[in-house]
């Protein structure tokens, strides 16, 4: 996807990804295929994963503060190497690097949002799973487009004012244009932090005085099973001041088995959109979210996830009714 010309293995058995974000898509099309994570996977992740999946080994990556161990990794002896990023040089060269050191092939997929749908198509070809990389891919499309054409015609004096709190005090954000935030971007929410664009980690600190200034209509946090404070934010009284803590609009990023939100930056994203459309306008985007996680998971995690296990994951997420 980078315009690089490479010889892949007719049917690569052995795909590892560089990243969580590529492992995330290689999981969701082709998990037989999957060689192993890149970190030790906690209990509330394995949980909504298959047995036959969730144990697969831990082999790192190049990710966060995380430098693989090219001796480990290669004496599993993969077919493929996926790096899933932006494409630039940087992801061009690093490419290139790992390619020369190990002989082995290494795959360049986009992961920005809005070309998923492509990204799949392209892995599909390369694991010989074109047919349900087709079914994948429409799904993406299909939502991605829906919902970012619905949100561009809501009035600029419509649209939610939106706080985004990360970490375990809620005082760490991501400002509009991040990787992190692109899908309140999406969804027509208005991203009130004014903080500096930080590296594909991201995180920028923020005191509470700037929050209080911003005063958002609408708070999504970190839920506990992420460390967060969505829980903790309503009954905090440096926060009982701001709009969205008044008006009950404080509601946990669902999470499990991965967040629904940004990280890892993947396909995960996409079932968030929906998400996030549907609590920000329920009047435009009217979704039934339980059908719709259950739906998601079955699809993309393999996983059959019944009705009230939805409901617990989504338990502070949705608006009351």
């Not at 995380?66 to 993969?78: H, R, S, Y």
């Amino acid at each position: 996807m980078a315009g690089r010309h490479l010889v892949v293995p007719v049917s690569p058995r052995k795909v590892y990804s560089t990243n969580p974000i590529g492992t995330t898509l290689i999981y969701t099309l082709a998990p037989d295929q999957l060689m192993g994570w890149n970190y030790e996977l906690r209990p509330r992740e394995k949980r909504f994963l298959p047995a036959e999946y969730r144990d697969l080994p831990v082999i790192g990556g190049w990710f966060s503060t995380q430098t693989g161990n090219l001796e480990e990794i290669m004496a599993l002896k993969p077919d493929l190497f996926v790096s899933m990023s932006f494409i630039n040089e940087t992801a061009r060269s690093f490419a290139d690097k790992l390619q020369s050191q190990t002989g082995i092939p290494v795959a360049l997929v986009d992961n920005e949002l809005t070309r998923l749908d492509e990204s799949y198509l392209f892995l599909g070809k390369l694991l010989g799973e074109e047919e349900r990389a087709e079914v994948l891919a429409r799904y993406c499309r299909e939502t991605v487009r829906s919902i970012a054409d619905r949100a561009a015609r809501i009035p600029q004096d419509k649209k939610v004012r939106v706080y985004y709190a990360e970490g375990p005090d809620g005082r760490k954000t991501d400002p509009a244009g991040s990787i992190h935030t692109q899908v309140l971007d999406l969804a027509g929410g208005v991203n009130v932090a004014e903080v500096p664009m930080g590296p594909q980690v991201g995180m920028s600190s923020v005191s509470m005085e700037q929050i209080l200034l911003w005063n958002p209509d609408l708070i999504i946090a970190w839920g506990a099973s992420r460390g967060g404070y969505s829980e903790g934010i309503a009954g905090d009284t440096h926060w009982k001041d701001i709009e969205a803590v008044k008006s009950g609009h404080v509601y946990a990023v669902p999470d499990n088995p991965f967040c629904w939100f940004d990280r890892p930056p993947s396909v995960n994203r996409v079932l968030g959109l929906r998400w996030l459309a549907n609590l920000l306008y329920p009047e435009i985007f009217d979704f039934d979210i339980v059908e719709e996680a259950r739906n998601f998971y079955r699809l993309f995690w393999h996983y059959d996830l019944g009705e009230e296990e939805a409901r617990e994951i989504l338990i502070r997420s949705m608006r009351k009714k």
